[in-house]
Nanobody, 116 residues
Framework: QVQLVESGGGLVQSGGSLRLSCAASGFTFSMYAMSWYRQAPGKERELVADITSAAGVTNYKDSVKGRFTISRDNPKNTVYLQMISLKPEDTAVYYC?????????WGKGTLVTVSS
């Protein structure tokens, strides 16, 4: 059974930091590209960052560059999103996604709320 379980969300003040984790099971994690998406109230889900399976090449949404860092620990089947200098506009439900070819798995999300 495939599972992606996000954790680490919560309420933080503007300028604060959080580290999100996404624990994967039920598939060969190291073979999948991993991504973090977010969806703010009333808005579409958007890509925040992703990391390739083998080389670990990363890519970021412009508005989070320099503040967010995506990383993965293949032996632990976990992907992380370190977030610093958080802003109120970062408030959203954050989802992790695993993808390989046409196969995609999603987690259920974790809520991040940044107060001003």
């Amino acid at each position: 059974q495939v599972q992606l379980v996000e954790s680490g969300g919560g309420l933080v003040q503007s300028g604060g930091s959080l580290r999100l984790s996404c624990a994967a099971s039920g598939f060969t994690f190291s073979m999948y590209a991993m991504s973090w998406y977010r969806q703010a109230p009333g808005k579409e889900r958007e890509l925040v960052a992703d990391i390739t399976s083998a080389a670990g090449v990363t890519n970021y949404k412009d508005s989070v560059k320099g503040r967010f860092t995506i990383s993965r620990d293949n032996p632990k089947n976990t992907v992380y999103l370190q977030m610093i200098s958080l802003k109120p506009e970062d408030t959203a439900v954050y989802y992790c996604k695993a993808s390989r070819g046409r196969t995609t798995y999603w987690g259920k999300g974790t809520l991040v709320t940044v107060s001003s």
